[in-house]
């Protein structure tokens, strides 16, 4: 018999599956009794194919009994955080007859019992807005807009694999492949390599999707949810009534959702990794309670102290702040004014210094990826002495008042503005959200200037200007620490978390500058 090897790709996070792929990696999603990895290992075997790696990435370690109840190799892909399955298979020491296919398929009838000489891609008779193949003919085009459905099974002969073993190895040489699927590598120009398999559209099933599930196997064991079962008691509907649920682009915090029920749309926000450690929910929920009526953002529907749970309303039209348009920043650095200048207090603070060594000590005695950590954390450190001695009026601080916090949105005809996550909120020098806005929205000295104006209407003192340069250095270590931990977890934020870095190093310079002109300690 003909010797064939099969990848499985089960390494993503599967996003589309929230709020199942808090918990559950997509591979082993429970579908008419069976879990979708399982039925597709069982029918490999029953076509004869015993040499199976499945490449794996998030909950890695919830795979481990595949090797013995299974006989399957596991093959690690560090990158499936931030790099798309191309990189999945390109793990993958590609030789011979080859079979590539994703985790998330349910297929009626085996469909690999049919392996022989020619290699084939597997496309179903329906089309697909998303497809970017059209069969014609038996030989598959590259389209945009949508074609035959892309199931995701292909079989490869020994030819073909060398071909794609090729292909893979030059697209992942450029970075800016980093995006890129698989099948990519199967195409030379418009064509791909290998003909069509056309199948029924019935005959495999791709469950990608909460509702997808619901609506092929609504007893699956999968569908029970801590967080539809929170939305059905909150809001007194039964899960059926719950649809329409998109995943939200995933924040640097959370993992959100939006959904509809009834008549009405709303978000549920699902804390992310390690967010635990990072957030008291309890003080959270002390914040909404101060800020409650004030005018400042809509209350939660509901709010979890223990788990961090919470489900908003769903503002129609809703915009957030450009941070490079001066009508926006006017209107929100007026928003942050009035109100720093209601004076609300709650229990908690939040100390930039001690938040820059709780995040440091998360790192579990890794060094820093900087090799001038150490002197960029003492200079930073050193402005605090300087900042002591300023005058400050604490009260209740956003922490968090970055431009995407802003949430511009009409009711009744008129524009109103919203201050929105208010999860790191507490009693703090209200000049920090200054320097928070401007080091998330990546600006230059001069921008940082331009807002330090808008906020203080052109009477900015000297002073006080210095202060939030210092605070600037000192948030851009905190939030240059907080990247390291998420990167520890697999987390990767690219630019902004270098950006974060030289924040640290340039403010303290610039603070360093401006006290010798007034004649002051260089030590600050």
Known sequence: TKKISAVILAAGFGMRMVPINLVTPKAFLEVRGERLIERLIRQLKEAGITDISVVVGFMKDTFEYLIDDYGVKLVYNRDYAVKNNLYSLARVSLHGNTLVLPCDLWCQENPFLSCGNDSWYMVTDHTDRESTVSEQNGILQRVHGGGNRMVGICYLNEEDTEILAGNIRKLTAEDENDE????????????????????????VTEINTYEQLREFDEYSDTLRSDAIETICEVLHCQPAEIRDITVLKKGMTNRSFLFRAGNDKYIMRIPGEGTDQLISRKNEVEVFRTISGRGLCDDPV????????????FLDGVRTCDPENTDDLQKCMAKLRTFHQMKMTVPHAFDLFEQIEKYESYWQGEPSVYRDYERTKANVLSLKAYIDKQPKDRCLTHIDAVPDNFLFYQEDGEEKLQLTDWEYAGMQDPHVDIAMFCIYSMYGKAQCDQLIDIYFEDKCPEDTRIKIYAYIAVCGLLWSNWCEFKSHLGVEFGEYSLAQYRYAKDYYRYVQEMLKKQGGSHDA
């Open 302 to 313: 509901y709010i979890n102290p223990e788990n961090g749970y919470k489900i908003t309303r």
């Open 180 to 203: 890129l699927f698989w099948e990519e590598a199967l195409f030379a120009g418009e064509r791909m390599i290998v003909p069509a398999r056309i199948v029924s559209d019935k005959a």
